[in-house]
C-alpha cells in the first residue's frame, strides 16, 4: 500500500537557525497535507498543497510540493522557542489521510 | 478552539472488553475519519464515514469498527481488546477541500 516516509526523525536547533523536514511518498498524491502537534496535542492542520510544484508561505514557514507530486518539505526559518512540536505531512490517495513518522523539532533558546 | 469533540479523554479497560469511543464533528464537515496514534509515531489511519456509510479502511481487523449519524456524530468501537490497542484515537472531520479538524483525542489504556 501507499507509504509516506519523513526524514529526520528528530531535529534540534538552536532558536533562530533554520529547520527543514522531507516528505516523501511511494505513489503520486492528490494533495499534500502538513499538520503540526505539541507535546501533549492533537494534529493541526497547517496548509494543503496541490498543484505540482506549488509553493506556498505561511510567515516563516514555506511549504513545497514536488513536480512529480510524491514529495514535498517544509521550511522553518529563523526558528523561535514556539515552533517547538511534531510536523506531519500526509498525503491524500481518495480522501484516506496517510501520515508520515513526523519530524520532532525542539529548539534551544 | 476546536470544533472537534471527543470523549472521554481518557480510558482505561482490561484486555478482552469491548470499548465505544465518541467524536462530535465540527459543523457543517460530513466526513469523518478515525485514527490510531501510538506512542512517537504518526496517526494510523482506521477508517472513514461519509454521509452514515463506510467509505474508506486502513489495515485494521474488523473488530474495529465505526458508526456514523444522521448529525455526523460517530463512534469508534473495538471488540477483544488486545494490550496494543493501547494508543491515542484521534477523530477527524473535514468537509469538501478543506484540512482535517482534529478533536484532542481519546488516550485509551489496555491492562
Known amino acids: 500500500g501507499q507509504q509516506v516516509m519523513q526524514i529526520p526523525q528528530y531535529q534540534h536547533v538552536q532558536e533562530g537557525e533554520d529547520f527543514t523536514t522531507y516528505c516523501n511518498s511511494s505513489?503520486?498524491?492528490?494533495?499534500i497535507q502538513w499538520y503540526k502537534q505539541r507535546p501533549g496535542g492533537h494534529p493541526v492542520f497547517l496548509i494543503q498543497l496541490v498543484k505540482s510544484g506549488e509553493v506556498k508561505k505561511q510567515k516563516r514557514l514555506t511549504f513545497q510540493f514536488g513536480e512529480a507530486k510524491k514529495n514535498s518539505s517544509l521550511h522553518i526559518t529563523a526558528t523561535q522557542t514556539t515552533d517547538v512540536g511534531t510536523y506531519f505531512c500526509a498525503g491524500n490517495q481518495g480522501g484516506k489521510l496517510i501520515f508520515g513518522q513526523g519530524t520532532e523539532l525542539s529548539v534551544k533558546p | 478552539e476546536t470544533g472537534v469533540t471527543q470523549s472521554p479523554t481518557h480510558l482505561i479497560k482490561t484486555r478482552g472488553q469491548q470499548v465505544t469511543l465518541r467524536c462530535s464533528s465540527q459543523?457543517?464537515?460530513?466526513?469523518v475519519s478515525w485514527y490510531q496514534q501510538a506512542l512517537g509515531q504518526g496517526p494510523q489511519f482506521i477508517f472513514q464515514?461519509?454521509?452514515?456509510?463506510?467509505?474508506g479502511r486502513g489495515n485494521f481487523p474488523p473488530r474495529f469498527s465505526g458508526l456514523q449519524f444522521p448529525n455526523y456524530s460517530s463512534e469508534l468501537n473495538v471488540n477483544a481488546l488486545e494490550l496494543d490497542d493501547s494508543a491515542l484515537y484521534l477523530c477527524a472531520s473535514s468537509g469538501f477541500n478543506y484540512g482535517y479538524t482534529f478533536g484532542s483525542g481519546t488516550r485509551l489504556t489496555v491492562v
Open positions: 464515514y461519509y454521509r452514515e456509510e463506510e467509505n
Open positions: 459543523s457543517g464537515h460530513n466526513t
Open positions: 505513489t503520486t498524491l492528490s494533495n
